[in-house]
């Protein structure tokens, strides 16, 4: 019987847990892209950002990323890769599935 509640105590406590924890939606990435876009990008690519909007997920990702892990920067990308230095794949991702659903 002690055996049957202890594994009855851990399954009730592992049912509470997991039902705090929600996986993010598809809303949720777009919002926290929207949010980062205005909070960081459209300072220099307008609120509009015209020519990334609708591109693929993964090349807008891809030129992200180039201009993170550039080495000597010029020009506007120097400040461009300040504001992508701290920001994970993730975060770069939602901005990039932000924009592309601007289409």
Same mark, same amino acid.
Do not use: R, W
């Given at each position: 019987?002690?055996?049957?509640?202890?594994y009855?105590?851990?399954a +009730?406590?592992? #049912? =509470?847990?997991? *039902?705090?924890?929600? &996986?993010a939606?598809?809303?949720d990435?777009?919002?926290?892209?929207?949010k +980062?876009?205005? #909070? =960081?990008?459209? *300072?220099?690519?307008t &609120?509009?950002?015209?020519?990334?909007?609708?591109?693929?997920?993964?090349g +807008?990702?891809?030129?992200?990323?180039?201009?993170?892990?550039?080495?000597?920067?010029?020009?506007?990308?120097?400040?461009?890769?300040?504001? +992508?230095?701290?920001?994970?794949?993730?975060?770069?991702?939602?901005?990039?599935?932000?924009?592309?659903?601007?289409?």
């Amino acid at each position: 019987m002690k055996k049957y509640l202890q594994y009855g105590a851990f399954a +009730l406590a592992a #049912a =509470l847990l997991l *039902s705090g924890i929600q &996986p993010a939606t598809a809303q949720d990435k777009e919002q926290d892209g929207a949010k +980062l876009y205005t #909070a =960081l990008c459209a *300072s220099c690519h307008t &609120p509009t950002p015209g020519k990334m909007m609708g591109k693929p997920v993964d090349g +807008l990702v891809a030129g992200m990323e180039k201009v993170k892990n550039m080495e000597s920067p010029t020009g506007p990308l120097i400040k461009m890769k300040a504001v +992508l230095a701290p920001l994970t794949e993730a975060q770069i991702k939602n901005i990039a599935e932000y924009l592309n659903q601007l289409k």
